[in-house]
T-cell receptor
Framework: AQSVTQLDSQVPVFEEAPVELRCNYS??????LFWYVQYPNQGLQLLLK??????LVESINGFEAEFNKSQTSFHLRKPSVHISDTAEYFC????????????FGTGTKLQVIP | DAGVTQSPTHLIKTRGQQVTLRCSPK?????VSWYQQALGQGPQFIFQ???????QRGNFPDRFSGHQFPNYSSELNVNALLLGDSALYLC???????????FGPGTRLTVT
């Protein structure tokens, strides 16, 4: 079975500073990887995904994540954060192929400080 | 195009009662998954429905059951509610085997 580890429960960062949210997964077979964002009192929104192809994936609002198979990681990065990025971010993994469930990490709260 | 909708938004129940939560998937989606998100935790997979059948199930007791209707909408039923069932219940829809899921806003269930 697959699993996801998000080691950082909270990450405070000043506005316009860079940020990295860490995600490591465990699986013996190929996987799909996702980052979701959850704003207060809302559901989850898909931020970006890795299914195949280029290991670097980008979102429309400046976030990017790189799939690193050797390190089993899918860290999320943004070169300059805004106040509006304050939210909780969840990394998720699914086995590739067939009908597989999605397993979520415990989340990282990103707090952007003015 | 309406996204995933869930009802009700909030619900308060007493221990031992039963509850039904509802979900309408995004247009064009035929697969519905349900998740439980306890406070401060990530979503935990409950089960997934496709073609009106439960296709996969997570580690939840039989008190949790569901149904999918011919129009792809779905219900989550929880019997004999426990205090520990208090959580945000999220519904997510997708199309076929695609793993890209769209989430609804959730139903906040409080069990007293």
């Amino acid at each position: 079975a697959q699993s996801v580890t998000q080691l950082d429960s909270q990450v405070p960062v000043f506005e316009e500073a860079p940020v990295e949210l860490r995600c490591n997964y465990s699986s013996s077979v190929s996987v799909y990887l996702f980052w979701y964002v959850q704003y207060p009192n809302q559901g989850l929104q898909l931020l970006l995904k890795y299914l195949s192809g280029s290991t670097l994936v980008e979102s429309i609002n400046g976030f990017e994540a790189e799939f690193n198979k050797s390190q089993t990681s899918f860290h999320l990065r943004k070169p300059s954060v805004h106040i509006s990025d304050t939210a909780e971010y969840f990394c998720a993994v699914s086995l590739s192929g067939g009908y597989q469930k999605v397993t979520f990490g415990t989340g990282t709260k990103l707090q952007v400080i003015p | 195009d309406a996204g995933v909708t869930q009802s009700p938004t909030h619900l308060i129940k007493t221990r031992g009662q039963q509850v039904t939560l509802r979900c309408s998937p995004k247009s064009g989606h035929d697969t519905v998954s349900w998740y439980q998100q306890a406070l401060g935790q990530g979503p935990q997979f409950i089960f997934q429905y496709y073609e009106e059948e439960e296709r996969q199930r997570g580690n939840f007791p039989d008190r949790f059951s569901g149904h999918q209707f011919p129009n792809y909408s779905s219900e989550l039923n929880v019997n004999a509610l426990l205090l520990g069932d208090s959580a945000l219940y999220l519904c997510a829809s997708s199309r076929g085997s695609l793993r890209e899921q769209y989430f609804g806003p959730g139903t906040r269930l409080t069990v007293t």
